[in-house]
């Protein structure tokens, strides 16, 4: 494990961008694992800058992002795939058919899990991206007594939809549930980079990196992952 604690949030969010442009630089056809969440917004908006100016190009690149709201479309504004476009797909060279979001609004969430998983087995993420819920969750990959491996459709704790409730226009508008990648799918990636941000993640941060293994602290079993790397601002890194 790699950890890294950064002085100024600049300063991690220019070497989150610079990891996955000198990825996409060595190799233009990368397969990037993308997350959604305020953590990963600061090094998007660093790769577009780094598209603007030249140094990076996502034409060739494919992307899988870990996670949907169960019953949203993507044109609704809290749903992740608004989401990226807003934030990365609408302002890079990537191609949007080479873009991917599980759909919120699959009739069969069964049937979108497996297709979901059959593409991701078939075309290997290279690095993925993950930020940490304040419970330890990853994706939506909540603490439990079991933990599961594949893409599913997950029911959303309490804290969770509290947390999330800003991008909504009230809590009770925050989906009971979301299709997410399972752990085991995230465990394939090549690399994982988490990042983390913030005194209130401090602990938890600890906890998950520092602490057992457990599947009541999902993002701990990121200790098993032979290339991990961790961002962390000073508040969040502050144990370390
Ligand atoms: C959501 C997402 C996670 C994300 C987490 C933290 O629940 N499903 O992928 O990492 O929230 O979000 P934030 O970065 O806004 O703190």
Redesign the pocket.
């Known amino acids: 494990m790699n950890l890294l604690t950064f002085r100024s949030e600049e300063d991690l969010n220019r070497a989150g961008a610079g990891l996955i442009a000198s990825l996409l630089q060595s190799n233009p056809r990368s397969v990037l694992g993308l997350?959604?969440?305020?953590?990963?917004i600061g090094i998007y908006a660093e790769l577009v800058k780094l598209y603007e100016s030249g140094s990076v190009s996502f034409a060739k690149a494919r992307s899988y992002n870990?996670?949907e709201y169960v019953g949203l479309s993507g044109s609704h504004p809290a749903s992740?795939r608004c989401f990226m476009n807003t934030h990365l797909f609408d302002r890079v060279d990537i191609d949007p058919a080479n873009t991917h979001v599980p759909n919120g609004l699959a009739k069969d969430l069964e049937q979108e899990c497996a297709y979901y998983d059959a593409m991701i087995e078939d075309d290997r993420i290279d690095l993925q991206l993950?930020?940490?819920?304040?419970n330890g969750?990853?994706?939506?990959n909540e603490p439990d007594d079991e933990l599961i491996p594949g893409t599913h459709a997950a029911t959303?704790q309490q804290q969770?939809r509290e947390?999330?409730a800003r991008f909504f226009n009230s809590q009770d508008d925050v989906p009971k549930q979301?299709i997410?990648m399972g752990v085991a799918g995230i465990m394939k990636a090549a690399q994982i980079m988490l990042v983390v941000?913030?005194a209130a993640?401090a602990d938890i941060a600890r906890q998950a990196l520092t602490g057992p293994i457990t599947t009541q602290c999902p993002a701990s079993l990121l200790q098993l992952h032979p290339n991990l790397v961790v961002l962390m601002d000073e508040a969040a890194g502050a144990w370390a």
Not at 130 to 134: E, P
Not at 137 to 140: E, L, Q, T
Request: hydrophobic residues 35%.
């Open positions: 997350a959604t969440g305020s953590t990963p870990l996670d992740y993950l930020g940490l819920g304040h969750h990853i994706g939506f959303l969770t947390a999330n979301a997410t941000r913030g993640k």
